[in-house]
């Protein structure tokens, strides 16, 4: 009855809220006061107690029970310095509090860095517009609509006379005082001046499309006056949260996204999380078939299991690319797929006769590495006693369990819940 007369009248929170101010600051100095004056105390929040909880109490007699605590408790209670920020500390302490103990038992926040997990969740991609002049670059409250909203920045770097690039100066604070700073800027020297690029993204030479990735030669070397240097649009990856209370009452099921800490799992970047698709568990035994599908104690995973029905559904008439849902890939497959590919992309500092060497060249250096463990379709993982196997769904472009193995099961800490930000097509569960 009580708390319905607290939803209900508002004279009745006020009320309990003064009673709950005189009771903690009685409370906290209880030890320094003289016994006679506890006494007064407690027998007057006792009897302010009686009258707020009576139900035929009327607002005047609330009204007069209510100075009077208040008059016993300015008598009694010593006043503290600067209580107003004591208030505002309390508060923001608490505030604190709360927010620590939900990322540490209920739901932490994750960036998505890398494109392992596309097209489920994206790391951060970029685009290079220089050869796409009809694709405008947003200005005025269009960019910040673009860039607060969608995540999506955009960067553009005319030339001002025609001139050859000289270089790229390394990543420098945007704004620093000392040792402290944020953002990145870089300088891009060509013909002898330097166009500044600000607040530039992580490895900017790269996610500017001024370098190739592999060979870290750039794309093109002479500019024309008037002629884009720097034209793209880079679009930060997926931010999402973490859900931390599931896995305490039941065990991650196949087919999830599991987050883990790395920490300690050899061929992997420390001190960060990963985030995979779950495939096997402690003491199956695991291979990757040619036809890029998972076999698990020799039964062949399909799509009409949970979690694989978009992953499993590609055409097995057409080669793995990346950020497309192509199933996953060995070893052999890996490199008869990366040798389709590699010429059919632009490559900075490879002329056009060596194209078909390269790519048999860096097809032997990587399939080797991403398929550690599944380097064909007939070799089997054993996943050790309480750990999981987990693979990234852009199989072209993950390092995943195919390369470090399994993951001990406590390094996991939650599986995803849903896309906070940036609102696009993957936003929410």
């Known amino acids: 009855m009580h708390f319905l007369r607290w939803l209900l009248h508002r004279r009745i929170r006020k009320g309990s809220e003064l009673l709950g101010i005189v009771r903690k600051h009685f409370d906290h100095q209880r030890d320094i006061l003289p016994p006679k004056h506890v006494e007064e105390l407690e027998a007057g929040m006792a009897a302010f107690e009686a009258v707020l909880r009576a139900s035929s109490t009327t607002a005047g007699q609330l009204a007069a029970a209510a100075q009077t605590l208040e008059e016993v408790a300015h008598k009694w209670l010593k006043p503290y310095p600067f209580a107003s920020y004591r208030d505002n500390f309390e508060s923001l302490l608490g505030t604190v509090v709360i927010i620590f103990a939900f990322k540490t038992f209920f739901a932490t926040p994750m960036e998505i860095p890398t494109g392992s997990a ?3 969740y994206y790391g951060i991609t970029h685009e290079d517009l220089r050869d796409k002049p009809n694709v405008p670059i947003p200005t005025g409250l269009a960019r910040l609509w673009e860039r607060w909203v969608k995540g999506a920045s955009y960067y553009e770097v005319i030339a001002e006379a025609d001139g050859r690039l000289e270089g790229i100066s390394d990543p ?24 500044r690029v600000n607040f530039a993204p992580e490895d900017p030479a790269f996610k500017l499309s001024l370098v190739d990735p592999m060979t870290r030669q750039p794309y093109k070397v002479s500019f024309r006056k008037g002629e884009p240097i720097v034209r793209c649009r880079v679009v930060a990856g997926d931010r999402l949260f973490v ?18 800490q790395s920490t300690g799992i050899s061929g992997t970047v420390q001190g ?3 985030i995979k698709r779950l495939i096997g568990f402690g003491g199956e035994k695991v291979r990757i078939g040619d036809d890029r599908h998972v076999y698990i104690d020799g039964k062949r995973i399909e799509k009409t299991e949970p979690g694989f029905e978009k992953l499993y559904g590609f055409d097995p008439a057409k080669s793995p690319v990346d950020s497309q849902y192509s199933g996953h890939v060995n070893g052999k497959v890996y490199a008869e797929a990366y040798r389709k590919w590699y010429p059919t992309v632009p490559h900075g500092g490879v002329a056009p006769a060596d194209v078909e060497a390269r790519a048999e060249q860096e097809a032997s250096y990587m399939a080797p590495l ?9 070799t089997e993982f054993t996943v050790r006693p309480n750990c999981y196997l987990g693979f990234g769904d852009n199989t072209m472009s993950s390092s995943d369990g195919r390369s470090w193995g399994d993951v001990p099961r406590e390094k996991v800490i939650g599986k995803s819940l849903f896309v906070m930000w940036p609102f696009t097509s993957r936003w929410g569960w």
Do not use: M, S, W
């Open 118 to 120: 596309q097209p489920t």
């Open 172 to 195: 420098a604070k945007q704004f620093a005082i000392g040792n402290i700073g944020f953002g990145k800027r870089i300088d891009i020297r060509v013909g002898g001046r330097d166009y």
């Open 243 to 260: 859900e931390r209370l599931t896995y305490n009452f039941r065990k991650p099921r196949r087919g999830e996204y599991f987050v883990f």
């Open 272 to 274: 960060t999380h990963y």
């Open 370 to 378: 991403v398929g550690r463990h599944f380097p064909d379709g007939e």
